[in-house]
């Protein structure tokens, strides 16, 4: 991103006639000592009757107005640019900020204070010096930044200070815009998990290679077994081939899946990076990434925020990492269940898709309830949950509480063929992931995370 200063140019280059708005000329400290000094030995010299002294201190003022004139008057004209990259991160990446500067006036610039006003966040200094640029000169000076959490930074307005050889009188200009850039949730490599006791084929893969013969109308052709609809035989493939061949058309319904991220804040509780809120922002992150790589046409949706209706390719999955990048927990009316109110949206859609993945916190037996019923559209629906009490501070009573809460609803998922993965504050999502492919008799205990402890 390069935000070009015009105005900075206008501030900078009053020789030009242009308008001085924005520009705050003042002594520095030194140049306030001076003045003093100057007035003070004004007076002693009348006092005494000195002329050396009225001399020497009327010098002092003196020094101190040319010095004045020099940075206000000057015949410099810089351009200032900035440039971000990448303008989207990862957590812990270096962000380099880049800033050009160009006198393009008819005379020398001398010491330029440039400052850029952080965030809170960053980590890394953006306040350097610039010992002068001559006429027609180029500078470019380059900062490195750190954001530890995910969101929007910006960087900006520009500050900078034009001060005099001697360091007496400084002229001080904001330029704008400000810049900003993007930091993603952290995202863990995760693997499509197997069907387990299913027969799989090429259109149940998990890594999907349509044809492109007919765009999502037409995926490929297959031999024909018995029990197969005799309508879909393709008969000129049947006839070179020798063989009756289907069409295969089940691209649309194995290819879709649909995100549902729980952004309730009644949902979550847990303070800053170790909340369960963003916990589950970083798994629904690792989920969008990982049906990217396996080429699913996804759908990215919040219990309150409509999320992004379903695409695919590099540009549908820098849109869903830039909204998982920014959202919030809301708080929403408390009579009213916001993710109970989304999954009953999804229940009374009529198109069949291939996976439902709800990332939630608090999931009680109504949940569970809707969570079944979508069994008859989602062909997998699974569940990745992040109990609140295991990242509150509640008491042993109401943590051992949540947890036969949780444990009451993952066997009512189980029941019904939904696959859960329950995890605590220090558990990686990615190994509890891993548990999906393994059989079911064994995932209910296996992605149960340990106990509270007694405190």
Known sequence: MTCSMASLDACLSPSANRPSEGITVVPTPRGWLVATTGVVLVVLGLGFGSTALQQLGLA?????????????LGRHDLEVSRTIAPQRARPEQTVTLTIDIVNKGHGAAPLLLLEDRLPAGLSGGARFALFGIEEQGHRTTSLSLRATRRGRYSVGPLSISIVDPFSLARIRSTASPISSFLVHPRVEQLTMPRDLGERRSLATSSMKQPTGARGEDFYTMREYV???????????????????????????????????????????????????????VESAAS???LYHR???????????????????????????????????AQRGPEEADALLLRLTELESTSSAEAALLVVAGQVDAKHAMALTRLKRRFRQVTLVCFPPHRFGSAGTKARWAGERSVVEVVRLLGRSGIRTVTLGPDESMAAGWAT?????????????????ELV
Request: proline share 4%; glycine share 10%; aromatic share 8%.
């Open 60 to 72: 002092l003022v003196v020094l101190l107005g040319l010095a004045v004139a020099v940075v206000r």
């Open 226 to 280: 018995e029990g197969d609809d005799l309508r879909k035989i393709h008969w000129p493939s049947t006839a070179k081939r020798g063989r009756y061949m289907i069409r295969q058309e089940e691209t649309p319904w194995h290819t879709r899946a649909t995100i549902l991220l729980d952004d309730r804040s009644q949902g979550h509780e847990g303070f800053g990076a170790a909340s369960s809120f963003e916990r589950s």
């Open 287 to 289: 989920l969008v990434d």
């Open 294 to 328: 396996s080429g699913y046409s996804y759908r990215l949706a919040g219990a309150h925020n409509v999320g992004i209706a379903a695409s695919r390719g590099s540009d549908h999955w820098s849109r869903c990492l830039d909204l998982l990048a920014e959202i919030g």
């Open 436 to 452: 999906l492919s393994q059989p079911r008799t064994k995932q209910v205990e296996e992605t149960w995370g340990p106990r509270p």
